[in-house]
């Protein structure tokens, strides 16, 4: 079956970078795209960017271009998601979900990252 | 960007009646293929979101028959038919046309 399993909670001083990484298993790990989305506490859901283990081929949402970077790795099945220069509004629950096979549509979700800002 | 509105944001229901929720974008999610780029997902207190309907109408894999989605370019709705205790949660709706947005939750609980 489709797993998805994050990697632990964070703690992040504000300026600092994190690296949430999620571990690939149960289906043909190239053929479909990984969702990022984030959920501020007790907020709704936010959709940060799309990529393709195919070919690497990436889309990100406007509010995070430049601040997010979007990777996978094929020879571990492993996604991950940077996110630099740290704000304490982007203390949140980071997801990444397998899409559905239409790029958006994410029909697998791994358990949440807890990423918390603070000084 | 498109912009997703939800009503009501609170719904109390009692097991066994039928529910429903209303999604409105702000410009027309249907596609010259034919389809709407709309899902629907549902955040169960405590856990990740589930996809239940994708392309506006189509169950997803394992999604109880008594979930439905109907509607067309920029108004939709979800529906279910008899609602279990099970149901309750956040319901989001999300564009895919585009650079995707959710609308703002609907949090159904029971009566």
């Known amino acids: 079956q489709v797993q998805l399993v994050q990697s632990g909670a964070e703690v992040k001083k504000p300026g600092a970078s994190v690296k949430v990484s999620c571990k690939a298993s149960?289906?043909?790990?190239?053929?479909?795209?990984f969702n990022w989305v984030r959920q501020a506490p007790g907020q709704g859901l936010e959709w940060m960017g799309w990529i393709t283990p195919f070919n690497g081929e990436t889309d990100y949402a406007q509010k995070f271009q430049g601040r997010v970077t979007l990777t996978t790795d094929t020879s571990t099945n492993m996604a991950y998601m940077e996110l630099r220069t740290l704000r304490s509004d982007d203390t949140a629950v980071y997801y990444c979900?397998?899409?559905?096979?239409?790029?958006?549509?994410?029909?697998?979700w791994g358990q949440g990252t807890l990423v918390t800002v603070s000084s | 960007e498109i912009v997703m509105t939800q009503s009501p944001l609170s719904l109390p229901v009692t097991p066994g009646e039928p529910a429903s929720i209303s999604c409105r974008s702000s410009?027309?999610?249907?596609?010259?293929?034919?389809?709407?780029?709309l899902d629907w997902y549902l955040q169960k207190p405590g856990q990740s979101p589930q996809l239940l309907i994708y392309?506006?109408?189509l169950r997803a894999s394992g999604v109880p028959d008594r979930f439905s989605g109907s509607g067309s370019g920029t108004d939709f709705t979800l529906e279910i038919s008899r609602v279990e205790a099970e149901d309750v949660g956040v319901y989001y709706c999300?564009?895919?046309?585009?650079?995707?947005?959710f609308g703002p939750g609907t949090k159904m609980d029971i009566k």
């Open positions: 999300m564009q895919t046309l585009q650079s995707p947005t």
């Open positions: 149960g289906y043909s790990f190239n053929m479909f795209g």
């Open positions: 979900a397998r899409d559905r096979s239409g790029k958006y549509s994410s029909a697998y």
């Open positions: 392309l506006g109408s």
């Open positions: 410009q027309s999610l249907l596609h010259n293929n034919g389809y709407n780029y």
